[in-house]
């Protein structure tokens, strides 16, 4: 593996592991007294401050004209607004087993859209058995024949959300990836629009009065400063180097790392069943990374764009 390689691997474990404690933040916040769309709107605006001060500090402009930050509005949708208010709407009623297997199936989603859309052209057996396996791994872990309400409203939000993340891949590797503007400030431009989004809702259903307990301030700024801000600008550049589809397998992480931060923090016994799943969905993404054609290596510095995926 070059150099290169080891650095993508090593932006998707950071990613893997900042969003696999993504479901405990948000249903933190939300035992301790914050909505759903409260929790949506501040954790991109949130995100947004950590990432326009990033840019700001590398002296990165945001996106100029209606054409990109329309551009940017659709992807902000599919990647933040729609899919940040599903998760936390579907956590109210559903078992974090069930959520889980239901945001592993973000990479079938993606597969099937690349073929629809033609970025997926000559799709090697083995990439295909791998983001099957994952999936498997996945339902493994979590076992979901053991919870009730695979069929509820919160169960479909979240697969709902599933849906529109490898939307949202697919659409920004198109539409945003190489269009000339640094990557910091293009996903902070991104996160503005989503909050601006999600805070035009807030008369619909979030304006209830806010209960201000400590727990539920601190999960929603962890929420909103690492597992949005800080990963955000990683996943932008994981879609530009590896393609939409790779980068969607970090969905498959998700899982390993929640039942690794259970059994380290929380003292939860890990059976059999369960590293048999962590083990069936490391290969299972291990799989999806082979026969893929080597990446260009990265422009670096204060004006690297994000490079096409070449997809």
Sequence with gaps: MTSYGRGAVVRMAILALLWGSGFFWIKLALNNGLTPLQITVTRSALGAAVLLALAGAARQRLPRGRRVWGRLTVAAFFCNALPFFLFSFGEQGVESGVAGVLNGTTPLWSLLIGLAIGTERGLRPVRLGGLLLGFAGTVLIFAPWHETGLLSTGALALLGAAAS????????????????????ALSAAQLVAATGLSALALPAGGTASVDLRLTAVFAVVVLGVFSTGFTFYLSYRLIAEEGATSAATVGYLLPIVSVALGALVLHEEIGPRVIAGMIIVLAGVAMTRLGQRPPSPPVTGPEATLAPSGR
Excluded at 170 to 183: F, H, I, N, S
């Design 165 to 184: 993340y490898a939307v949202a891949f697919a659409y920004m590797g198109r539409a945003l990836a190489g269009q000339g503007t640094a990557p910091i």
